[in-house]
């Protein structure tokens, strides 16, 4: 396996320049949804973080791996219907269009679910 990528640059350079510009629309798309968040590079994939991470992304030969958790998934499966899913990825084939309002909602929902996690593990910490 090659080492872990020192950043959302160097990992995007791994890949082919046809799947190049997918990495970027998401990438941006995810920017602009998440502002608070910090870009990261966690279990050797791009990532955002607030008080956790929220969202990851990756490539592969035939897709691109959207890892917005169990939550992000299980919360808008019947929107997923129609792409290959698992516990906690959606798969977005390359010749498809990126569903970006969906890409969006997901990104909202993780980050509002760790906003509440945040704030609950704060709250216990008082008692």
Do not use: D
Request: charged share 25%; hydrophobic share 35%; aromatic share 12%.
């Amino acid at each position: 396996m090659n080492p872990k990528p020192s950043s959302v640059e160097e990992y995007f350079s791994r890949f082919p320049p046809e799947i190049q510009p997918k990495l970027t629309q998401i990438r941006v798309l995810l920017k602009q949804t998440l502002p608070e968040a910090e870009e990261v590079i966690s279990y050797h994939m791009p990532a955002f973080k607030t008080s956790e991470v929220l969202v990851y992304y990756a490539a592969t030969k035939s897709h691109l791996g959207f890892y917005p958790t169990s939550s992000g998934v299980s919360n808008f499966k019947e929107k997923l219907a129609g792409y290959v899913t698992s516990k906690g990825v959606i798969q977005f084939s390359y010749g498809e269009e990126l569903p970006e309002q969906l890409i969006v909602a997901i990104a909202q929902f993780r980050a509002q679910e760790a906003i509440e996690r945040a704030a609950a593990k704060k709250k216990k910490k008082l008692k």
